[in-house]
């Protein structure tokens, strides 16, 4: 009878360690968030696996002998029709596009070389800008 009794005290103790154990454990996890991510760059992918927004730094980069710095570029994608808004931020400025599905958009941009200025293209191609 004596070590049925001894039995049920260290199975008793045995689950009380384990119920603060557990306790103690869950509550460190909640703690350990990290304040800072850092990394490369960022993609947000939908359920197909598709990229839809992303944070990139892009190196500088040389197309048709023009020289571009490096850019940190934000886009946020369609499916179907890829990129319909970018941020972008250089040593040279910071540039906002939004785009339609089709050919139409808007750009927001203000740059050492081209100053500043709103540029509105419609569906069919005709183009507004505006200057201060």
């Known amino acids: 009878m004596k070590t049925q009794r001894f039995a049920i005290a260290l199975t008793l103790i045995d689950l009380a360690l384990l119920i603060l154990l557990l306790a103690k454990n869950l509550s460190a ?12 760059a960022l993609e947000i992918v939908d359920s197909k696996g598709r990229v839809r927004a992303s944070i990139t730094v892009e190196p500088p980069v040389t197309m048709d002998s023009r020289a571009y710095p490096e850019t940190v570029l934000l886009r946020l994608s369609h499916p179907k029709s890829g990129p319909v808004v970018k941020i972008t931020a250089t040593e040279e400025g910071s ?14 941009s203000s740059t050492k070389h081209k100053g500043n200025f709103i540029k509105v293209v419609s569906r069919e191609g005709r183009e507004q800008i505006i200057k201060p």
Request: proline share 4%; glycine share 16%.
């Open 29 to 40: 996890e909640a703690q350990n968030v990290a304040p800072v991510l850092r990394g490369r």
């Open 95 to 108: 540039a906002i596009g939004l785009s339609d599905d089709v050919d139409g958009g808007v750009e927001v």
